[in-house]
């Protein structure tokens, strides 16, 4: 029987999503690189595998089952509605936000702190890369998924699509998810863990956690995208 180290982060993600908190908490990758097993993902990330097992034990007893989102059991048209309202959303209405922020750090604070300097162009490529990435999948995968899981459902043939088999675009989202996440990790790496300076101002301090916030949220938005859909749309198209 496989061990709970021999499972990959993404199948512990799925069957239970409060432990995408401890994978968060401890920076285990469990969205691009959630094909890792756990031992191999905790080893990367320097982490003790028994602390990564006592803490993924603890949110599965404290995890209540309303709370588990179960997107393996409900229609793919509902998980789509859902990326869509609410981490789409989040990336539009965040990114309008944080640039504003950069530029006002940078402009007060750039010449002490230089890193901001380094930031800002690799946030600015960040939004316009994601704002593009999500047209695609809205005008073009996410439709096919839907019409594909509505032909099964009827029983009628398969759509055609002008890209052939619907894991031609998928491994182009994929690429561009892992883009934005080394990215994002290089940010994360020039802010020192999103760490502040000591008696920064509030708007320093806000744009800070404003950048933890939407790295929490694409690691989830590529997390229900590469592990949950993605996988589905595959299925759809083989049954
Ligand atoms: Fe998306
Ligand atoms: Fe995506």
């Not at 968060?24 to 990330?45: F, H, T």
């Not at 502040?196 to 916030?213: D, K, N, W």
Request: negative net charge; charged residues 25%.
């Amino acid at each position: 029987m496989q061990t709970v180290t021999e499972k990959t982060v993404r199948e512990i993600a799925i069957e239970n999503p409060a432990s995408i908190r401890v994978f968060e908490s401890l920076g285990i990758d469990y969205c691009c690189g959630g094909k890792r097993s756990l031992s191999e993902a905790s080893a990367q990330a320097d982490v003790a595998i028994d602390s990564v097992l006592d803490q993924l034990a603890q949110v599965a007893r404290d995890s209540q089952p309303s709370q588990s989102e179960e997107w393996n059991e409900r229609p793919v048209r509902d998980l789509i509605a859902h990326i869509i309202e609410e981490h789409h959303s989040f990336v539009r209405r965040e990114t309008l936000r944080i640039d504003s922020l950069l530029a006002k750090v940078a402009a007060k604070h750039g010449p002490a702190h230089p890193e901001i300097l380094q930031i800002e162009p690799l946030f600015t490529a960040i939004g316009q890369e994601l704002a593009t990435h999500m047209l695609k999948e809205e005008h073009v995968l996410f439709p096919y998924i839907e019409q594909m899981e509505q032909a099964v459902r009827k029983g009628a043939p398969m759509p055609s699509a002008c890209f052939g088999s619907v894991q031609r675009p998928i491994a182009n989202m994929v690429a561009e998810h892992d883009d934005a996440g080394a990215l994002l990790a290089r940010i994360r790496q020039l802010s020192n863990g999103y760490t502040a300076p000591s008696g920064a101002c509030p708007t320093f301090v806000a744009l800070y956690r404003g950048l933890e916030e939407f790295e929490r949220d694409l690691h989830h938005h590529v997390h229900l995208e590469n592990n949950i859909l993605f996988p589905r749309a595959v299925e759809l198209e083989h049954a």
